[in-house]
């Protein structure tokens, strides 16, 4: 069983690596043919293009573009990204610094995702068809079909505009760097409040509804009525029973949040000055920063496979049954 | 269970000490730090001059490093007016082809080394060096050359002693203390790294220089934090310790902020914030700098097809007749427009000479006024009539239909755009608005491949039009209506001859009515940047060359 299991996870590997390379490459010549010079910023009245031309010779961008692409790739092979245009450093120092403010604020609501979620699901299903489910139900669906820009906006207004409570921008405080570890990391907490909070808001409304569908569709199941008819207590039955049989599609829900969580922090990023990876994605396509904008493709391919595969190993964990199917 | 009533404590007492901050972080660091904080819309690119070509990047690198004068808009007299900086005083020749300058020698580098006519000399060398791709290397032209046709720099930036420093031009030129007016870099710094690396060295990120500010803090794409240098011996000490430039990208959030006090000043406020600003907040001084940035629609005066396909020169099929043009420009309300959007926070623009500059006169009204009976005239002699009853201008089976093309993210051109349209349609002419991603638009317009559309210029400060105006189209990509006139090209070269500045605004006000007479472009109208800050802030000069004008006699106040 394990030797089988561990076959899967590699030939899973191998297809990933392919379907990553394959990416990569689209989009390598895709954006390409994208109008737009990446080094438009230095054309000058003066100079006319004349300095531009030789900056773009200096990144290699005069190179017919399958030069480029073989130069790239061999780049990559010994782990350089090469150097950005727009922000002249290595691609690869610009993606670890954004991806830790991504990975920070991300992981941060995912954690209190999973926290508020199965407890209020759980508590949704003890009360349920109570005018607090209803409430919370549709309280969900609202929030669920509003974007996240007008989460970020409302909590901006309450949180900080009206109150003064929090921030309503930055990671840091202007006197960060004057700081004691301590003070630095309430001051951190202090910044990623309302985004945080703007990104579990967000998603506990999706995750909440469908883990609380789940629960409700495995209650209906026969072995939960054989339990009850057993007498097994209600409590036991919730959570050693249905509970665990309810999280393996919630799990599934994680599993793509987790490839996801590099693109849902696009909106959140520009709207509270975070210097993440949404933020660098947004600037970087707006410039036409190649360099870094192929590094960032393929780092969110990274994160998908990565994501899909906890879920996976997850779901293996929890139902044994299916984990050769799945994986 | 005792560990997750633990845990919840601990978040719980975060969360409670991060809120108790808000007294702390909100008091405006101001009272308590005199400190400021200015939003920027982006990060700085470079801390190197050699290489900025941001405005607010040149603004901030102005505060660290300094050039040997200091130079100012004069309002009253429309011209830049030169103060000693690094410079205590200088003298140039009779010719016009010499300035020597006498250097405040007591000054020292932030880093503590002595400043001396060395570090001028490899400035201007690093300047002029192909290999370093300065954004400034047009400054070359000026200088004396050697025979591979590089600038002979010991020549050119001749050292007479440490405090002394000659420039020699190859010929005259109109005004040395322009040219000569680039921030100095530290020769014992930049002198160890090879030219063609400065562009990618780290030395763009540790900035060492002279002005009344120097780095302390710089987390990219977060904020910038100059100190007071009180380690220079620089006669320019400024009262405010601290200027810190938060990058908030989103306008939004940065009108919010102000607003609400986290921030202490922004610029580029939209004039219904503005509005808002002056009769909601009295903590808020809003005021505006006159500025050199106009907007125009842009009407592509040659054939795109010719002009791409066959590399031919043709009139285009709407807009190269000049009669066509003088049409358009009468059609368009432009005193309805302007006050619809900017009320006072714009001037009317009839041609690209800025308001600002005294060398001609203006007028505060359009000389072209809006006449939609005139254009249909004009039009109608050029053969636009509506043959067909479709309410639409047609000339041999052509409809006069084109698109009006602007980049996203600019509500004014959204605003101008729609309400040019408006204007067109009553005349006959079927307008479609194309909004594109400024990456886009901007590559098309240098390309040439818009039939139109709404867009702006900066007028530089040496007033010198040639990129934007000269017929030479290869050699000139800013002329991007494809405008050409031999007239214009010779009042060009007459300009860099003559020298009596009443010759000069003869032959300025000369291109001005070839302009007015042609329309290439509708000028539309000179915005104000408006600057909204804290009335904390006290002695603020706001100039043409930069908000951050004589920033070191700032001050705070209770």
Known sequence: MKKFFIKKLITRLVYSILMILFLVTGIFFLIRLLPGDPVQAYYSPQLGKELAEKIKSEHGLDKPVYIQFTLWIKNILSGDFGYSIVYKKKVSYLIIDALRVTLLISLTSLILQIIITIPLALFLLKHKNSLIDILIDKLALIVYSAPSFIIAVILIYFGSYLTKFFPSSQLYSHDFYQLNSIEKIIDLLYHITLPVLTLTITSVSFSLRYLRESLLKTEKEPFVLALRANGIPENIIRYRHILPNALISYITILGMEIGSLLSKTLVTESIFSLPGIGWLMVNSIFARDYPVIIALVMISGVMVIIGNLIADLLIARFNPQIASESI | ?558
Request: charged share 25%; hydrophobic share 40%.
């Open chain 2, 1 to 558: 269970m005792r560990n997750k009533h633990f845990l919840l404590i601990v978040i719980s007492g975060l969360l409670l000490l991060s809120c108790k901050e808000k007294d702390e972080k909100f008091s405006t660091p101001s009272e308590k730090e005199k400190s400021i904080i200015i939003a920027v819309r982006s990060d700085i690119d470079f801390f190197n001059p050699l290489h900025s070509n941001d405005i607010n990047s040149g603004l901030i690198n102005d505060l660290i490093f300094g050039a040997l004068t200091y130079a100012e808009f004069d309002n009253i007299n429309g011209e830049l007016i030169y103060l000693p900086y690094l410079a205590s005083k200088w003298e140039i020749s009779n010719d016009n082809r010499h300035i020597t300058f006498i250097l405040n020698t007591k000054l020292k580098w932030s880093d503590g080394k002595k400043f001396t006519a060395e570090d001028v000399q490899y400035s201007f060398l690093l300047y002029t060096h192909p290999d370093v791709m300065s954004v400034r290397q047009d400054i070359e032209k000026y200088f004396l050359k050697q025979r591979n046709g590089q600038v002979d720099y010991k020549r050119s930036f001749q050292i007479i002693n440490d405090s002394t420093i000659r420039f020699n031009f190859a010929s005259k030129v109109d005004n040395p203390l322009f040219v000569t007016g680039l921030p100095i870099l530290p020769k014992h710094l930049f002198d160890t790294i090879p030219f063609n690396k400065i562009f990618f060295s780290n030395i763009n990120f540790k900035p060492i220089g002279i002005g009344p500010y120097v780095l302390e803090n710089y987390v990219p794409r977060q904020q910038t934090v100059l100190r007071k240098n009180d380690s220079t011996k620089f006669d320019k000490i400024p009262f405010i310790e601290k200027i810190i430039f938060k990058v908030i990208p989103d306008y939004n959030s940065r009108i919010n902020q102000l607003k609400n006090g986290e921030i202490h000043l922004m610029t580029d406020i939209r004039p219904d914030d503005a509005r808002q600003l002056e009769e909601k907040y009295r903590n808020i001084k809003v005021e505006k700098i006159s500025g050199r940035d106009y907007d125009y629609i842009g009407w592509n005066n040659i054939d795109i097809d010719s002009y791409h396909q066959k590399r031919m020169i043709a009139p285009h099929p709407l807009f190269g007749s000049k009669r066509v043009r003088q049409a358009l420009t009468l059609a368009i309300n432009r005193a309805e427009l302007l006050e619809s959007y900017f009320g006072r926070y714009a001037t009317p623009a009839e041609n690209p000479i800025s308001p600002i500059f005294k060398i001609v006169e203006h007028t505060s009204f359009y000389q072209y006024e809006y006449d939609p009976a005139r254009a249909k005239e004009l039009l109608a002699l050029e053969g636009w009539k509506d043959t067909d009853n479709d309410k639409i201008l047609d000339k041999n089976v052509m409809p006069f239909k084109f698109k009006l093309s602007i980049a996203s993210g600019k509500p004014h051109r959204e605003f101008s755009a729609t309400m040019i349209k408006n204007y067109l349609n009553k005349i006959g002419i079927d307008v479609e608005i194309e909004t594109l991603e400024p990456a886009v638009f901007f590559s098309k317009m240098f390309e040439r491949k818009l039939d139109a559309w709404i867009a702006g210029w900066t007028v530089p400060l040496d007033l010198d039009l040639t990129p934007f105006w000269s017929s030479d189209l290869d050699k000139n990509p800013f002329n991007v209506v494809g405008f050409r006139n031999f007239e214009i090209d010779q009042i060009f070269t007459e300009l860099k001859r003559v020298k009596s500045p009443s010759d000069k605004k003869t032959l300025i006000q000369k291109f001005i009515q070839i302009l007015q007479d042609e329309q290439p472009v509708t000028f539309l109208y000179w915005i104000d940047n408006i600057v909204g800050f804290n009335k904390k802030i006290k002695n603020i000069k706001l100039n043409p060359i930069g908000f951050t004008n004589r920033i070191w006699e700032w001050y705070i106040t209770e």
